[in-house]
């Protein structure tokens, strides 16, 4: 990863749809539409992240 591949402060995410800790698949867009969407990332447990 590059810092051209970097999103700016104020920059919206680009679509993506993740599966939920229920197994549901949910995508970006449809978040939205309910309200506001905060995204948290973390390295996966048990690595050295």
Request: glycine share 10%; hydrophobic share 40%.
């Given at each position: ?11 919206r ?37």
């Amino acid at each position: 990863m590059t810092s051209s591949d970097l999103l700016a402060v104020g920059t919206r995410a680009p679509e993506f749809v993740a599966v939920d800790h229920e197994g549901v698949a949910r995508s970006l867009s449809d978040l939205l539409e309910r309200g506001h969407v905060a995204l948290f990332f973390y390295p996966g447990n048990n690595t050295p992240g």
